[in-house]
């Protein structure tokens, strides 16, 4: 059995324009100790899953349907009381570096040692400070910085704060939504090296947020391309990105150039352009853009097509 | 360690503002239409005690000798002496200073620490009627007359009901009883001080309960409110470990920037409420055109206003870790 | 075909209109829907009818004219009557009128006291928000100092010194020691604005520094200033309202807060709830109005605050 199980979830948003959806029929599986990454553009819905999986979704948003099966429960069903013991024990998030995510007023080994005490509340301060220092130890945050307060930490030492604040309650699954975004490329670099070694040393299953597919690239085991709240293309990291089959997929991946290889390639590759989402239209999202767009894609929804058993892909166009 | 050099440049701020203030008021003093004289030496006092306090004060100097007496005067608390009661001033302000003080700091805490908590709750029921109820009641008292209202608080509480003394800091009966202990005498200033402690609080708390809820509710949309319900912590714990002390921060600003106003409201209370304070006796003086009082006890608020801002605004770095360090 | 062109032809063809004009309709819209702006903007009118009303009762009948009334039946303070409607005053005189003429002096008391701190306050924030460093520096310690002050308590000992103050100089008195609040709204908006291309532009082509303040930065920081003042009239008509209870009005001028003095000094506060609860209900409504107006307002500058009905 998988960790975690997604089935034709759907989550949107009341809007003055009504309600409207930003996540639509995604679905996706995870096993213990794998990674998976979701990339794509803003709005196409990737950091709406990430809050939707942990329920915490701003008052305005709501889960419209499917399911989403962690450890075989269905998260849904829960009550607000069990759900908030899943939250942090069994899964925990790490946000954006740049985000607020540290509260100003506290010290930082006080917030730690606060996510393990919520879920653990007999034990000893002593054991409890203990353990918020090995988990610095483990993000290389100096014991002598554990007192302080974040805004005396730099972007990078935030973030692996707030790594190490997943990281209290050892669970099973971690979301980490841009974590890298914000900040500079080597201290990127760095953090995403940490993450891998952590996954694997831990054996953490982690989704994996992020517009930036390069970074993505890098520390999962599979992809799953977003485009206009739907999953486009979803396969293990080496099928998606080796042999990319959508469009999308091909326009996000032509964006960034290889340093080697032929130079015609550039020039021939279509750009990945912004959009205005038309979900009006009953047929493929992608089409306005799509060179192979035909009559079949503007009228009907696109089906999903296997490519092997490691690799799906929603347009009837790629064989 | 920080923390004690900012004290030591405000301090330094309040000294300079003070002597301005200082300043000003000799210069407008010497401006004024009338005898500068006359209106520091009681004209009815004997010619010889009147001569002995003119060259105390240095009134008979030039100007810039005069300046410097002045300053001399004020720092050693030669005030001179009141016209109405015929006593040093400085004795008399001396007496008055501790009413003032307990009435104002009391009143501000009280309204504060109320406003605070009511404020967090009004946004936390944001739309509900608890919330309207409460807005709407914060704005409407906060708007009502302060004088006014402490005369109907007067009229209903210790006149029609009788709960309440109507006038003074003290009973007599009780002060002069040999043997009343401590307790009772301190329970008879309570029982004083209240009706004109509701009466400030009454005024003061609506503002800083608007002001929390809509701190409170910006505070709400904050990443670490979300990170901290991630965390699986309860609802009341996000109010109010997480939320409510970043939120109280710009209540405490508020607090700093209202103190003039504070007092003034805290001078018209006390002399409603003939409470036996500095406030009430600058207004006092006014009246009877005691000068040398009136100087002193302005003198005096200004110097509370300034020491209050400085405490303010020493609580508030304290609060604010990113100030501190 | 032709009747399609026909029908677009005869469309009415909406004329361009500017930029400022669409702002403005939109504004309105927002203050229209505001349930708060309405609110405070019904009261204040009442409050303004009662103040252009004032001139009515001693053309009627000289003895409700409000200082100088003098009812031949009546000459000390009696209840509601047909003849008073609220009651007259320890003297005899009309306390309707009073309360009538009280309105009066206390727009004219607020709106001249905002008018003049919003002037000031306007001024010295531009200039110090634009000359920055040394000017703005001495320019906002300037502005502390005089914000440490309780304004009540300093034209208190003004008039000690200077004797009795007559109205207008109370509302200079009020207006000089009101301003720092709104320059300090005011310099932060210049700061803001001074960083703009199109002030960089007015340079270049030449403007001198008096130019640019004048004719580019004062319209885009006027709005702000009539924000605040609404805020500034409520507090210029409650210090007058309290100097005047506490006996240092103007006596020749019946304001509400005066017939609070009166009231209490004359010691029937116990006896004459018509006298006494007519006034303090006044000022407190029309400091209540005013905020309500400026919460409205502050609505239009910040779309945040926004009700759903006002978005649409």
């Known amino acids: 059995m998988a960790l975690l199980e997604v089935e034709n979830l759907s989550i949107g948003y009341e809007t003055r324009a009504g309600f409207s959806l930003a996540v639509e029929g995604v679905s996706f599986s995870l096993e213990k100790g794998k990674s998976i990454g979701f990339v794509g553009e803003s709005g196409c819905g990737k950091t709406t899953i990430g809050m939707g999986l942990m329920r915490l979704l701003p008052d305005n948003g709501s889960i419209s349907g499917g399911r989403i099966l962690f450890e075989g429960k269905n998260l849904l069903e829960l009550s607000d009381e069990e759900m908030r013991k899943i939250r942090w024990k069994e899964i925990a998030m790490i946000f954006q570096a740049a985000m607020n995510a540290l509260n100003p007023v506290h010290r930082v080994d006080e917030q730690i040692a606060e996510a393990i005490l919520t879920h653990e509340p007999d034990l000893e301060r002593s054991e409890v400070m203990g353990r918020v220092r090995e988990l610095l130890d483990l993000v290389e945050i100096p014991a002598n910085r554990m007192r302080d307060y974040p805004h005396q930490f730099s972007g990078g030492m935030k973030q692996r704060a707030v790594i190490a604040m997943a990281l209290a309650c050892r669970p099973p699954l971690i979301i980490a939504d841009e974590p890298t975004t914000a900040l500079d490329v080597i201290v990127q670099d760095q953090i995403l090296k940490e993450i891998k070694v952590i996954q694997e040393e831990l054996n953490i299953a982690v989704v994996f947020i992020s517009h930036d597919i390069a970074v993505v690239a890098e520390v999962c085991d599979d992809l799953g391309i977003m485009y206009a709240g739907q999953l486009i293309e979803y396969g293990c990291k080496e099928e998606v990105f080796g042999a990319p089959l959508h469009p999308y997929t091909k326009a996000l991946l032509s964006s960034y150039f290889a340093l080697e290889g032929d130079r015609e390639a550039l020039l021939a590759s279509p750009e990945a352009r912004s959009f205005q989402i038309d979900r009006a239209s009953p047929g493929c999202r992608y089409c306005t853009h799509c060179e192979a767009a035909d009559k079949v894609c503007r009228l009907q929804p696109p089906e999903w097509v296997e490519i092997s058993s490691v690799h799906h892909v929603l347009c009837p166009h790629c064989k | ?19 301005v203030i200082l ?7 010497h401006m004024a239409p009338g005898d500068p004289i006359s209106r520091m030496i009681d004209p009815t006092m004997n010619p010889e005690d009147a001569q002995q306090l003119i060259s105390e004060l240095g009134l008979d100097q030039p100007v810039w000798t005069q300046y410097l007496y002045y300053l001399k005067n004020f720092f050693t608390g030669h005030f001179g002496v009141s016209f109405h009661y015929g006593r040093p001033v400085l004795e008399i302000i001396g007496k008055r200073l501790p009413n003032t003080i307990i009435l104002f700091t009391s009143s501000i805490i009280l309204s504060a620490l109320v406003g605070i908590f009511m404020g967090k709750i009004a946004a936390w029921h944001k739309g509900k009627k608890t919330d309207t109820f409460m807005t709407v009641g914060a704005l409407v008292l906060h708007t009502l007359f302060l004088p006014w209202l402490a005369l109907i608080f007067i009229w209903v509480f210790a006149y029609k009901v009788g709960w309440f003394p109507l006038t003074g800091i003290i009973s007599a009966e009780v002060w002069t009883n040999p043997n009343a202990g401590f307790l009772l005498k301190t329970l008879d200033v309570l029982h004083h001080m209240a009706l004109p402690l509701f009466t400030l609080f009454v005024i003061h708390f609506g503002s800083y309960l608007l002001i929390m809820r809509s701190s409170m509710l910006e505070t709400l949309r904050e990443d670490y409110i979300l990170t901290a319900r991630a965390k699986g912590l309860e609802e009341k714990t996000v109010r109010n470990h997480h939320a409510a002390p970043n939120a109280a921060l710009p209540v405490i600003t508020s607090i700093g920037l209202s103190l003039a106003f504070s007092i003034s409201g805290g ?14 006796e600058l207004v006092f003086s006014v009246s009877n055109s005691d000068y040398p009082l009136a100087q002193a006890s302005f003198l005096l608020i200004a110097l509370i206003v300034l020491l209050s801002n400085l405490v303010v605004d020493v609580l508030y770095a304290y609060v604010d870790p990113r100030i501190r360090y | 075909m032709s009747e399609a062109i026909a029908k677009i032809s005869t469309r009415k063809k909406t004329p361009a209109t500017s930029y400022r004009t669409e702002r403005l309709k939109e504004n309105w819209h927002v203050f229209r829907e505001s349930l708060l702006g309405k609110l405070g903007l019904i009261l204040l009118s009442i409050f303004a009818l009662m103040a252009l009303c004032s001139f009515i009762p001693p053309l009627i009948d000289p003895m409700y004219n409000p200082m100088s009334g003098v009812d031949p039946l009546v000459s000390h303070s009696v209840g509601p009557s047909f003849r008073h409607w609220l009651g007259t005053d320890f003297i005899g005189r009309d306390i309707f009128s009073q309360l009538l003429g009280g309105a009066r002096i206390a727009f004219m008391v607020g709106i001249s006291a905002a008018f003049m701190s919003i002037f000031i306050g306007t001024i010295i924030g531009m200039v110090a928000g634009y000359a920055g460093k040394t000017v703005d520096s001495l320019l906002m310690r300037f502005a502390d100092m005089i914000m440490v002050m309780p304004t009540l308590l300093v034209v208190l000992i003004l008039s000690s010194l200077f004797g009795q103050l007559n109205i207008w100089t109370i509302v200079l008195l009020i207006a000089l020691f009101r301003w720092p609040g709104v320059s300090r709204v005011i310099r932060a908006q210049t700061l803001s604005l001074k960083q703009r291309p199109f002030i960089d532009a007015a340079r270049v082509a030449g403007a001198s520094h008096f130019r640019i303040i004048f004719k580019h930065i ?6 702000l200033a009539l924000l605040y003042m609404t805020f500034r009239v409520t507090s210029a008509i409650i210090i007058e309202a309290a100097l005047a209870f506490l006996g240092f009005g103007d006596p020749g001028t019946v304001s509400w807060g005066m017939m609070l003095q009166w009231v209490w000094k004359t010691g029937n506060m116990f006896q004459a709830p018509y006298w006494l609860l007519p006034p303090g209900i006044c000022i407190s409504l029309i400091t209540l109005s005013f905020y309500m107006l400026g919460r409205a307002m502050d609505e239009v500058l910040d779309p945040r605050l926004r009700s759903v009905k006002q978005m649409r």
Do not use: H
């Open chain 2, 267 to 280: 001078a018209i209370t006390e002399t409603v409420f003939t409470w036996p304070g500095i406030g009430r």
């Open chain 2, 23 to 29: 300043t000003t008021l000799f210069l407008l003093f």
């Open chain 3, 218 to 223: 004062t319209p885009n920081v006027l709005p």
């Open chain 2, 1 to 19: 360690m920080e923390m004690k050099k900012f004290i030591l440049k405000r301090g330094i701020e309040i000294v300079i503002i003070f002597f």
